[in-house]
């Protein structure tokens, strides 16, 4: 079911995604995960001030009391914030997940950062230190692979040896970069891991008070580009859901059997047939300086 | 270029691929990697005789002399075959690659052995034990990635580490099983590594002389189903060709040019970013008896 939204407000207050859904298949707001760069142009740090925490959301009742909303609609939130390290200093790009009694359970912390273009975040964001949890929910257990670490399918492995069921990838990226691959990604990763993944794009562009430039050729510039939308939930067996709008803002709501993941694991053996082992060893020997590529002439 | 066929030997007579093409993006002799299954129903062994040997073709002259198709065509041959051991006695699935001089180069044994209903290869087949060869021809650097190794994640990217620029992947697959997949894994592994990937099914279907059966609930049958052809070829940045017919052989001509591979990998940096030694240590930890899944109640 694909929900238009006009009033993001709306999100949080409608039935449909009330008793037991998850918030992240929200086309803006599960996405927003930092969108601001400034890496050059003005010498000023990178603006990091637009992490929101929708998990600190209320709703104010007329006598005044403010009720969490992830208890008022028993809804497991999955939050994109900017988190700074108190004791080190470092920006994470981190996903917090809140349960639907109100609990944060715990936060993952983006593995892969991009170098691509005006999406360098490399200037501001470390490397994730905090490996593949899933979050055991109520509802299923989850994972969040966050936005760049959709292009990498090591990624998509461990969130699955580690045992999610659903995987969301909250993303932020435009077109004209991203466009062509993204209905093959998060598709391919439900496949090859036998989960769920919800792909998952935020909408429009923001214009930014000072200019910037990747240094491309182009002149400098205070947007991105138009960040496409189309969010699209995968079943493991390949099938998918439509995309929301590329245009507006939107609520997928999608009821997910994840019985689902053992049934096509047990058809195709994916997981079975894989041959772990084999490639802890390539991979090993891979990362060494001494690695010599296996080559024949 | 797709062009169609009705003689499947014109293709090695065929102007169009002589001069530095690779044969492998055939719809159907390239694909032929050991089509006949029985593995239950009649007790004998399972028919293991149609591997072929493309590579050992011959052009006869007017004289009677016999020029080896490679060397006539300038061209390098990916060729399927059925493989005994002499010393073990183990049936290895192989693809043997031999170069535009006729000189067999090596050859790669399939990493990964489906156990998929009546597509169950693993009562005569084992896992291969020859890694993840690139072979270095003068086109170019390929490797083969055999059939079902296409729905493995860490095939595709070792066969990346170790330098390919094209991965070829001749497969028999059928209708009703694979083909919601079809169109989105071997683009993917184009995506994540960086190469060029042609994925290669046959056409049509066979008629076995024995019946045969997985013991899934439907009666016992002489053919698998219809193998749905279907071939295209991914460019690294996701474009692909068209694909072949489903129904008719056919004979793709592409010409791939190999600077795109680092154009792509510069643009993206998914190999810079991919932080390979964190995943060795995952994996390794993963295989180990005493792994445990990082999950938060």
Redesign the interface.
Known sequence: MVVPLCDRSEIFHSPAIANGYFTCAINRVGSETFPNQFTSGDGKPAHTEFGHFYGSSYITAPNGTRTPLCIKYNMVIVSPILERDDVTDIIWNTAV?INNHGRV??KHRK???????DFNESTYYF?GNT??????TEFG?IAINIC?GR????N???FG???AEIVFNPSATITGLSE??WG??A??AA??NGYFTCAINRVGSETFPNQFTSGDGKPAHTQFGHFYGSSYITAP???RTPGLSRIKDGLLVAELDLNLNRQVKD????Q?????????????Q??QLSFE?????
């Open positions: 997940v359970m715990g593995n892969h950062i991009p170098r691509v273009g490397e490996g593949h949890p899933v979050f055991e257990r760049y292009h990498h399918p090591l998509w492995l461990m040896l580690n045992g062509p691959l093959i990604e598709r391919n496949i090859a067996n390949g099938t058809v195709w053996g994916f079975m047939t894989q041959r772990l082992p084999m490639y802890a060893e390539s991979l090993t891979a990362s590529p296996q080559r024949i002439k």
